[in-house]
Every structure is written in structure tokens, then in C-alpha cells.
């Protein structure tokens, strides 16, 4: 058994650096890692940092934000997260971490604001100078199966790790554990984000909401490695089969559309000519601005300098989450969220390009603050009330990918998803006292497939990165912050308000 001041699971950009402002307030920090470092979705991020280039672009950065998504951003949210980075990035470049001084422009900015680290490795950059500044290094190969109770407040987890279960009792968890973007068939996410961190908050009696907002990246190669959106920035142009750049059909600012637009217009173009493509040929200096891309396709039997990239949509980003405040805060006692983990509100329907890592920087700090200041005088009882571990067998994630393929991604259709539906409730998924990493991991993606589908179906509409081919428009505007979200909570429900 272990005990901690504040216990972070996920050791991506939110739970680093977290820490980091966790360790300059002296207090104790166990950060924990499923998988060896650098780990989580942040070391795959090739598009850097958004940042508002000055005081003046500040308010263009907000707007470009509310407009991507499409109505459901809350604007105090963004505005107070655009507003903070400035003093992040000035704490970054304090410490050394070696930022392009050039920003470059990507999808649904309007302005070239988004600053990058070791060419297109931005995300691997940042969370290797930032492991650099701890004090302790996170515990490696251990996997939350369950959240402990205190009576009513949250106080610790039961891990999984090499020689068992290990309980760390710890005045607050912070969890940072990332996505679900391995639920589908092609991916630009790691093999862990399995949605963990949103199944043991659902569990622990918090609200989940707006899971059937999940971002595709528009190119992606067929492996789901990823293709930066950078490169868009730089020039390089969309193709069909027939060898016609299509996106200035679709969109007035073309390859620099939002995701959103940009994802449904690949998947039409695919299923109307057969294919399509990604010219790099004319972006100067590819192999220095852009090595990763570079290096992918050249694993593919691919040179991205002579030959066009054949290219899919991707699930990329998750939209929504457990549902926190401005703090991080989960509305449960002791239990704090930040980065792809969490819906704060800034992504909305349709998250802004090189947004995530931004918020991952501002919520890990304030949700880290907000915990300790939490702490309190925290007594643990002698025993601790462990929840039960949801699992069911890894054998079952082929078919259920395949089946999330065809029923949850760039193009969704009602009938679809009520016999996806079925399919999924017929699946075993069962509460445990303890169960291997993999039978937590794919009882974490059977439950979210269900949700996943369960908000699909509840949002007739069509909005953001949600498109319904039997819904094909946008519903009514909304003008509160919880008008247009849809809302989970146990047992297996969901609201659409």
C-alpha cells in the first residue's frame, strides 16, 4: 500500500505537467503510466501548441475557437483558457523547451498561430522537457482498475502493476488518462487510450458527456499513422482518384477547413471515385520541417517527395468526457480531471487545431492547484471501499472495431447505430474484484462503444465532427452551456438537453 498527497493517473502533457506545478508546492505526487516513457497520446502529437500570437490576436483566437465548435464551446471557458496561455508559453521557453520561433497556420485558423517543437514531434518534445523537470519520474507499467472510496470522497486507486495489485491511498486523484481512440478500426491514438480514466470517474458517480463528439483526423495513412495537418499549412493539396483537388468544393478556406469539414469530404471523395490522396511534392524542405511524415511514409515503401500519400480519416481526438469545471473539478469530493480525459467545453462540437495540448498545459496546472487546495485535513479510514473492476475479454475487440467502424465514424445513420446497439448489449461485460489490464481495457471500450452509440443516436442532427447522413442539418443554436450537451450518468442512460 502507498500513500500520496495527490495521485495523477496519466503521464501525457496534463498529468506532467500537472506534477510539475504539484512538486513546486511541495506536496507529495505519485504520477502513474500504464505504458513505458514517453507515453499517452501526447508523444504522437505532430501539430504543436496553439497560442495566441499577441494581446491582438487573443480575441481572433477565441472566435476561431467558438467557430469550430459550432455552437457548443462555452465561450467563458475558452475565453479564460486563451487568455492564460500566454503566461504558459512564456514558462515554457523559460525553462528551455526549444519552440520554433516561427508559428504556423492549421485548419480553422485564421491566422498562423501554432508553435512547434523538433519539426513535426511537437507533442514527444514537450513531454520529454517537461519528465525532465520532475523531481520523482512516474510509476511505470501500472493500470488503474478502480477508484477507492472514503465514504463519499475519492481516495485513491487500486493498481495493476508487474508484481499485482498495489492500493495507493492519496488525499486527491487527478486523472489524465486520455481517450478512447483505440475503439476504432483506424486510429491515430496509442494501443492504451482505452478510455480508462472515463470509465473509472462514470463508475465513481460522475457525469460523462458529449461521447459521440469524436474528432477524425482527415489524413491519416491507411495504417493510421498520422499525416500533420502542418503540412496543409505548407501548401500541400487533396486529391481524388481522379486527380482533382476537390476540398474548394466542399469549403471556401479549402485544405484549411476544420477537421470536421475536411474528414467528411475525404470519406465522399473516397466512396465516389475510389480513393484519395495527399501531395507533399510541393512543400519546401519537407524531410527537416516534417520528418515524422517523412519517415511514415517511407515505411509504407512511400517518398512523400515523388509520390502522392493515400490517405483516410482517422479517429483522432475525443470532443467529450467527464464533464468538470473550470478547475478541473469532477463534482465528486477529491476527484479532478484534465486534458482529452476531461470536457471542459472548449472543444465543443469540433476541437481547433492545436488546442488540445494547450488546454492539456492550463488544466493540468489549475486542476493540480484546485486538488491541493481540496486536500484538506484528509483522514483515511482503515479500509477503504473498492469499486469492482468492469471487464470483459479482449477477444471480443476485433469484431466490436469493426463493427464501431461501420456504425460510428465520419458518417453515421440511424439504423445503423440502433443495430449496433444490439449488438453491443449482447456482449458480456461483467464487475469484478480484479481483473489483467486487458480484460479492464476492453471492458472500458465495450462500455464507451455503448455510450458512444447511445449519444449518437439521441443527437438528430447533424453538428461538429457528429454528422447523421438521416439528420444531415444542424439542429437549433444554443444559448446556455448545457442546452445541445448530452449527459451520462449510471446507470447505463443518457440526456440529451
Known sequence: MLETDLLILGAGVAGVYAALWAEAQRATTLVVSKDPLPSGSTPWAQGGVAFPVDEADVEAHIQDTLQAGRGLVEEKVARSIVEEAPLHLERLLRWGLPFHPQPVREGGHSQARVRHLGGDRSGLWLLRGLLARLNRLPLQGYTALSLLLAGDRVGGALLLGPEGPVEVRAGAVLLATGGFGSLFPVSTAPPGATGDGMVLAWRA????????????????????????????????????????????????????????????????????????????RVVEHLEERFPTVVASA?????????DLLSVVPAAHYVMGGIRTDTFGFTGLPGLYAAGEVASTGLHGANRLASNSLLEGL??????????????????????????????????????????????????????RLRAFLTFVKALPLQEKPWATREEAEAGSLLLLARLVAQGALLREESRGAHFREDFPQEGEPFHTEVRGSTFFRRPLDATHC
Open 205 to 280: 458517480g460522475a457525469i460523462l458527456r458529449d461521447l459521440e463528439f469524436v474528432q477524425f483526423h482527415p489524413t491519416a495513412l491507411p495504417n493510421g499513422a498520422l499525416v500533420s495537418e502542418a503540412v496543409r499549412g505548407e501548401g500541400a493539396v487533396l486529391l481524388n482518384a481522379l486527380g482533382e483537388r476537390f476540398m474548394p468544393r466542399y469549403a471556401e478556406l479549402g485544405e484549411l477547413a476544420p477537421r470536421d469539414v475536411v474528414a467528411r469530404a475525404v470519406f465522399w471523395e473516397r466512396q465516389q471515385t475510389g480513393g484519395t490522396y495527399l501531395d507533399l
Open 298 to 306: 517511407r515505411a509504407l515503401g512511400l517518398d512523400p517527395t515523388k
Open 362 to 415: 492550463v488544466m493540468g496546472k489549475r486542476a493540480a492547484l484546485a486538488a491541493l487546495q481540496d486536500l484538506g485535513e484528509v483522514s483515511f479510514p482503515r479500509q477503504l471501499q473498492r469499486l469492482p473492476v468492469l471487464a470483459t475479454s479482449p477477444d471480443i475487440l476485433p469484431a466490436l472495431r469493426h463493427r464501431v467502424g461501420e456504425a460510428l465514424g465520419v458518417v453515421r445513420e440511424g439504423t
